[in-house]
């Protein structure tokens, strides 16, 4: 399929983890690989799509001149990056696994391990998608949300409280869902659909993301 779906369009994809630093030589981070926004990434420029790609740490690499990568480490960065280019966008999908919380202060020097204890405060970070959400003008907005429990009730829930057009829901409950995977199980929902799909590899569930959201953009 080769049919240019996409173009004119600029996509907004945040993809991987955020790393929150401790002090000069630790974070917070998380397991995320990326794969999932690298995936969207690459099968939205083959649709014909302007793909702005933010990326926390990940090992994933892309090769497409329709996609701009925009390498960032902190949710702040992130954020920062991701309003840069939302005047543009006119569908962002957010894939990135934030880090909810981050250190208060980062150390100036590399913490010692003189003490038994060590405690460090954390403060909640920006949400990211939420903020979009606020800010939104005619963009179409897609969020992601991983349960482990009440997992449509907290998708729906976070469709309406982040003003999402649209969210993908994985299980981790689903064997090969989720997260290191290189297949994931998703359902999505906008506030009147359902739809339930199997279990695909992650280039493949790019694939039915961006057919669900082609339809829904041309109602
Ligand atoms: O609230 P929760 O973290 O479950 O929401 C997940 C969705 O929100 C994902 O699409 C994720 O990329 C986005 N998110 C964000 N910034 C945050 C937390 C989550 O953009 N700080």
Redesign the pocket.
């Known amino acids: 399929n080769n049919r240019k779906t996409l173009e004119g369009k600029t996509v907004l994809i ?1 993809a991987g983890p955020t790393y929150e630093a401790i002090d000069p030589v630790r974070f917070i981070g998380n397991h995320s690989s990326g794969k999932m926004g690298f995936s969207l990434a690459e099968e939205a420029a083959k649709r014909g799509a302007k793909v702005i790609l933010i990326s926390g740490p990940s090992s994933q690499t892309i090769n497409n001149k329709n996609v701009d990568l925009h390498k960032v480490t902190s ?1 702040k960065e992130m954020l920062a990056k991701v309003f840069e280019f939302y005047d543009k966008t006119d569908i962002g999908i ?3 696994a ?1 880090a ?1 919380y981050t250190p208060r202060d980062v150390a100036k020097e590399k913490i010692k391990k003189d003490d038994d204890n060590l405690t460090i405060e954390l403060v909640k ?5 939420k903020t979009m959400g606020e800010k939104k003008t005619h963009q179409f907005l897609v ?4 349960e482990t429990q009440n997992e449509e009730e907290n998708a729906k829930g ?1 469709l309406a409280k ?1 003003n999402l057009d649209m969210i993908v829901l994985n299980s981790l409950r689903d064997e090969g869902a989720g997260f290191k995977n290189d297949t994931n199980k998703i359902k999505i929902f906008t506030k009147t659909e359902k739809k339930e799909f199997d279990l695909k590899s992650k280039d493949d569930v790019a694939k039915d993301i961006l057919d669900f959201v082609e339809a829904q953009i041309l109602k």
Do not use: H, M, Y
């Open positions: 945040t949710a957010a894939s990135a934030v909810d970070n920006p949400d990211i998608l969020g992601f949300a991983l976070k982040k």
